[in-house]
């Protein structure tokens, strides 16, 4: 037995690495912008007097941004829509805090069964069938109103649904193992016992699980048939331009049309047809690979060093290696190493299987999940449609959740026809497995250009980093076809947003920190990431864009399929007594946040945002969190020049950078609407259709314990209470007068 803080250590060197900048392009963030973008300390106190001024003039007005007209309005929601309820406090306690006048109850917690044959969750690590049980790290949801027959797909029912739950990962400190994980990590070679393997593979994925409403709440429906789990042992098809390619061959799968499992799935998104959408984020750090790089062609190593998969690595977990098992499937895929005469009798592209969006039909169990390639690879948070118009392509827009990376678009080639609104998974075929990705460029003006990852694109077609054989190996390696693009890079970005009212897209960039790498330190700052700052918490200093923001744009002519845009940062995290070159926001104490990560507008309240935060930068003041907004319109806010204290990057100097800020953010139109347990993540939202209920997921509390089974050294107890060990776990939330939530 291992001890717990050794494999902490190496879990804890497992996350960075998934956290570490892969992207060493030579795009400069806004393509040399710098240079334009800095003015000196003496150009600086020298236009300050103006810059006052212009703001004093402008302030509530439209405002051009360089060459730009950029149409403001102030912020006001659909029918005159207020935040009715009493902004909750921060605080740090073990406990999940609402507003006055609301409840919050746990619907589906780890363990939880989702049969009515399956014993109740004893949460001691002695259960071992998580293949019937909800999975770990709940994140991404959905709510999918079910027909009151019970066959389909009824988006109006608040009755009777279906939710669709992602699990990200099996807590590393094992709490559900009996006394934690035998040996494991990044550093371990260690053989592992398969009943520990099995379980830990069996708690990521999704579950389907069917609720049904009781009165002014509701309740699982464990007899349901459609109650199931989707796991990292699961079949899934490969569907798509990469389908059957020779990079996607594997012992499983020959011919490169199937892989099995899914893992680290965070955000998510729903279909116009009613399938779940889920992203796989940080899969790269699951495989063993200990080889040298001589034993690779230049591709497979400049892919392999772009998506961050190590040659020096047992993976976060050490799946691959079972005790005496061999079985090629379950447990030797997990080694990308090459190990056999040739593709099909190892695992060596295991890796290009994974990094999908993935597709799965609620409503028909039998349905085998598709991973859609058209889509490309990547870190995804997750999938988020457009407004849906019929005869028009659709959009979808997707994030690559770390340091440096980009955000994308897919563009359908067949255009929406409402008749395949009943469609199912089949669909699916029609409108994601054809149709053109593209990469955002954000201008140093306010605008901004989708630029085509095809190789009618010259600049990947020759690029000279990386030739790409096919318009397959373009979306296989959708990174590097990226950085050959030219896009901009920027600060995590995560959950996205499209205000069904305007059509406007809001994207979290949730931080970029690091003392050898964050923005400002190795990374140029610009006009879409213009902050850096050192924020103190206890005995560590955090440097770079420490509290992270919201970006937003509006699309040419409101058509998602456009080729360019407009832009503003909706509203930067910061600390409420921050300076005024930090809290560009203008946030207080009723609404300041850190991390910006969940992000998701209601469909049955018109004009309502939620935010929600993960974060480790603002915890000694309060625990994670989830905010309403009311958010106005791309330019509704105005100019700014940030003031930036001694960039490293720009030799210690100050250096100020223009960029482009939305309205100030009063607790009129932000306000705190709940803070988490001790050490968790506010992640995923949903409601019912008639905005009665929410449900949000609470994601590891407690992650910061220092021992699997000493109680007195967990830092949470929830939701249990007592000595219990923490358990991630979906919550619903219900207005005591039955009223709608928030208004």
């Given at each position: 037995m291992a001890k717990k803080q050794d494999i902490r250590a190496s879990i804890r060197k497992a996350l960075a690495d998934d956290d570490a900048i892969h992207n060493t392009s030579a795009n400069d963030s806004f393509g040399q912008v710098l240079d334009r973008a800095r003015i000196g300390r003496r150009g600086f106190l020298k236009g300050s007097s103006s810059l006052a001024a212009a703001s004093m003039l402008g302030m509530g007005l439209a405002f051009l941004g360089d060459s730009v007209k950029r149409q403001g309005q102030a912020a006001k929601a659909a029918s005159g829509l207020t935040l009715s309820f009493k902004p909750v406090a921060k605080n740090i306690a073990d406990t999940l805090t609402v507003p006055e006048g609301y409840t919050a109850k746990v619907l589906l917690a780890t363990g939880d069964p989702l049969k009515s044959n399956v014993t109740p969750y004893k949460n001691d690590g002695t259960d071992n069938d998580f293949d019937v049980r909800a999975g770990d790290h709940h994140d991404g949801l959905h709510y999918f109103g079910l027909r009151q027959d019970g066959n389909g797909w009824d988006p109006s029912n608040s009755d009777r649904a279906l939710l669709c739950i992602n699990h990200e990962v099996c807590e590393d400190l094992g709490f559900v193992h009996p006394n934690g994980p035998t040996d494991y990590g990044p550093e371990s070679t260690a053989a592992r016992p398969p009943i520990e393997i099995d379980k830990e593979v069996a708690a990521h994925g999704v579950s389907v699980v069917e609720i049904a409403r009781q009165g002014t709440t509701y309740q699982i429906n464990r007899d349901s048939q459609y109650n199931r789990r989707i796991t990292a042992a699961s079949v899934f098809e490969i569907s798509g331009p990469a389908r059957r390619?020779?990079?996607?061959?594997?012992?499983?799968?020959?011919?490169?049309e199937q892989t099995r499992g899914t893992l680290n799935n965070c955000g998510h998104g729903y279909t116009p047809w009613g399938t779940y959408l889920s992203g796989e984020e940080n899969w790269a750090g699951y495989f063993h690979r200990r080889e040298e790089d001589s034993v690779l062609n230049a591709k497979e190593l400049a892919s392999f060093k772009r998506y961050g998969v190590s040659n020096d690595t047992s993976g976060r977990y050490n799946w691959s290696r079972a005790g005496a098992s061999d079985n090629i499937d379950l447990y030797r895929r997990?080694?990308?190493?090459?190990?056999?005469?040739?593709?099909?009798?190892?695992?060596?592209?295991?890796?290009?299987?994974?990094?999908?969006?993935v597709e799965i039909d609620p409503f028909n169990p039998n349905a085998t999940p598709k991973k859609r390639t058209a889509l490309g690879r990547m870190a995804h948070e997750g999938a988020w449609s457009a407004r849906v118009?019929?005869?028009?392509?659709?959009?979808?827009?997707?994030?690559?959740?770390?340091?440096?990376?980009?955000?994308y678009k897919f563009v359908s080639a067949a255009k929406w026809d409402p008749r395949d609104a009943s469609g199912g998974i089949a669909a699916g075929d029609k409108y994601l497995d054809a149709g053109t990705l593209y990469v955002a460029k954000f201008n140093d003006d306010?605008?901004?250009?989708?630029?085509?990852?095809?190789?009618?694109?010259?600049?990947?077609?020759?690029?000279?980093?990386?030739?790409?054989?096919?318009?397959?190996?373009?979306?296989?390696n959708a990174r590097l076809a990226a950085d050959a693009a030219g896009a901009t890079k920027m600060d995590r970005p995560e959950w996205g947003g499209v205000n069904p009212g305007n059509g406007e897209v809001y994207f979290t960039l949730t931080n970029s920190v690091s003392s050898s790498s964050g923005r400002g330190v190795k990374t140029p700052l610009d006009a879409a990431n213009p902050r850096y700052y050192a924020d103190a918490k206890e005995d560590e200093t955090?440097?770079?864009n420490v509290n992270g923001h919201i970006i937003r744009w509006r699309e040419s002519n409101s058509n998602p399929a456009a080729a360019t845009f407009n832009w503003d940062v909706y509203l930067f995290g910061s600390q409420a007594d921050a300076g005024s070159d930090i809290n560009l926001s203008g946030l207080t104490n009723e609404n300041d946040f850190s991390s910006p990560d969940g992000i998701w507008f209601s469909e049955s309240v018109p004009g309502l945002l939620w935010i929600q935060t993960d974060d480790g930068y603002y915890t000694d003041a309060t625990n994670c969190m989830m905010l309403a907004a009311l958010p106005g319109s791309v330019g509704d806010g105005t100019e700014k020049m940030v003031a930036n204290k001694t960039v490293p990057l720009n030799a210690n100097a100050d250096q100020m950078v223009k960029t482009y800020v939305g309205q100030s953010a009063s607790p009129t139109v932000l306000r705190r609407f709940l803070v988490g347990p001790r050490d968790c993540e506010i992640t995923g939202i949903t409601e019912s259709p008639d905005g009665r209920a929410i449900f949000v997921n609470i994601q590891h509390p407690g992650e910061n314990s220092k021992s699997p089974t000493d109680p007195t050294q967990f830092t949470s107890h929830w939701p249990d209470g007592g000595n219990a060990r923490p358990r991630s776990a979906t919550v619903m939330i219900t207005r005591n007068d039955g009223g709608i939530i928030a208004s």
């Open positions: 390619n020779p990079m996607m061959a594997t012992a499983f799968s020959p011919s490169g997990w080694d990308a190493s090459k190990t056999g005469s040739s593709a099909d009798q190892d695992f060596r592209n295991v890796a290009n299987t994974f990094g999908w969006v118009v019929a005869g028009q392509p659709l959009v979808f827009y997707m994030g690559d959740d770390a340091r440096n990376e980009y955000i306010g605008t901004g250009e989708w630029l085509p990852l095809t190789l009618n694109n010259p600049n990947i077609a020759n690029d000279a980093n990386y030739a790409f054989a096919d318009e397959a190996d373009v979306l296989i955090a440097q770079g």
